[in-house]
């Protein structure tokens, strides 16, 4: 009977055991429930946060429009030429930008977590904002690719936001993009305090890159470089290899914290520095990879003649005077 037992004890661990393995290999599914899709997506945040992300690409839009019909000819003018005061004219923006993410340097956590984990997680902005999970539904692709949806909303005195914000995660459970749409109707007051209705449309995309081929060296076209005085000098920066994940690159130089530097300088799109001579002296133009820091050097040498001197220095006197009476 012991024996029966025993063997019995590890049928049942066996069970459990492949019951678990198999849990974790389908992880989630479209018959999960939005829960379990919350807590799968979750979890593919952590899992995000250890991996070489090296760049976030972010693209933002925003849209605002005002519904002037019910109110008086006079009143609709006067609070549309008071919102186009206060808000400008054009009230539909986009924005584009890309900057890197840092999941390792703990001097960027936020509460203890990498900000990958804070940025992107729809568990703390339910909590943090108050609001409602309503929904979320789940699509697989045949690459493993797994798209979420999930559908919140917040309700308030004179009107809603009714927010969609939908995650890709890869078969291995790494982020690949979050989109986060959200539309406000509400009402405000006009300026004879008649309630008028407007709309807010807001769409905040991030696609992630991870680094997969580190940057190994940076080079400079020129290692010494000599200006005149609001001369010109490009400047070509060499980044290897040259399917590096990650190229882009920034500068230092002595003095510019301050404004105060020999020279100026100007990265373009198209991997160049122009440099523009600012005072006389020489410096050290340093140029770092993001990934990796690796760096370049180039001696720039800044030439002023005697007469641009004197002007400059009428120059600094005008412009101490004027910044002496500026308020």
């Known amino acids: 009977m012991k024996k029966a037992n025993k063997i019995l004890s590890v049928f049942l661990v066996a069970i459990m055991m492949f019951s678990v393995c198999s849990m974790m290999a389908g992880a989630v599914s479209t018959s999960s429930t939005k829960e379990e899709m919350l807590s799968y997506y979750e979890s593919c945040l952590t899992t995000t946060a250890k991996k070489g992300l090296i760049k976030v690409d972010n693209t933002w839009k925003f849209k605002i429009a005002a519904d002037y019909s019910g109110l008086s000819a006079s009143d609709a003018k006067k609070t549309k030429e008071f919102n186009e005061e206060l808000f400008g004219t054009d009230w539909n923006v986009e924005e584009t930008t890309s900057y890197l993410y840092g999941t390792s340097d703990k001097s960027e956590?936020?509460?203890?977590?990498?900000?990958?984990?804070?940025?992107?997680?729809?568990?703390?902005?339910?909590?943090?904002?108050?609001?409602?999970?309503?929904?979320?539904?789940?699509?697989?692709?045949?690459?493993?690719?797994?798209?979420?949806?999930?559908?919140?909303?917040?309700?308030?005195?004179?009107?809603?936001?009714?927010?969609?914000?939908?995650?890709?995660?890869?078969?291995?459970?790494?982020?690949?993009?979050?989109?986060?749409?959200?539309?406000?109707?509400?009402?405000?007051?006009?300026?004879?305090?008649?309630?008028?209705?407007?709309?807010?449309?807001?769409?905040?995309?991030?696609?992630?890159?991870?680094?997969?081929?580190?940057?190994?060296?940076?080079?400079?076209?020129?290692?010494?470089?000599?200006?005149?005085?609001?001369?010109?000098?490009d400047i070509s920066v060499t980044v290897k290899p040259s399917n590096a994940t990650y190229k882009d690159f920034y500068c230092y130089i002595p003095g510019e914290e301050t404004e105060d530097a020999v020279a100026s300088y100007v990265i373009n799109d198209n991997g160049t520095i122009t440099l523009t001579g600012v005072k006389g002296g020489t410096a050290i133009l340093e140029v770092y990879s993001f990934d990796g820091a690796k760096v370049a050097e180039c001696e720039v040498t800044v030439n002023i003649s005697f007469f641009q001197s004197i002007i400059n220095f009428f120059r600094s006197i005008i412009d101490f005077f004027a910044n002496l009476f500026t308020f």
Do not use: H
């Open 109 to 233: 956590y936020v509460d203890g977590q990498p900000d990958t984990v804070w940025m992107f997680s729809v568990k703390r902005r339910i909590k943090e904002f108050g609001f409602t999970f309503k929904s979320a539904s789940l699509k697989k692709a045949d690459n493993g690719d797994i798209t979420i949806t999930f559908k919140l909303a917040d309700t308030w005195e004179d009107g809603k936001n009714d927010i969609t914000i939908t995650t890709k995660t890869s078969k291995g459970g790494l982020l690949k993009s979050f989109v986060m749409k959200q539309e406000s109707n509400y009402k405000d007051k006009s300026q004879a305090g008649v309630k008028y209705p407007i709309t807010e449309s807001a769409s905040d995309a991030y696609t992630i890159t991870y680094k997969k081929v580190n940057v190994e060296s940076v080079s400079l076209s020129e290692s010494a470089v000599t200006l005149g005085y609001g001369e010109t000098y």
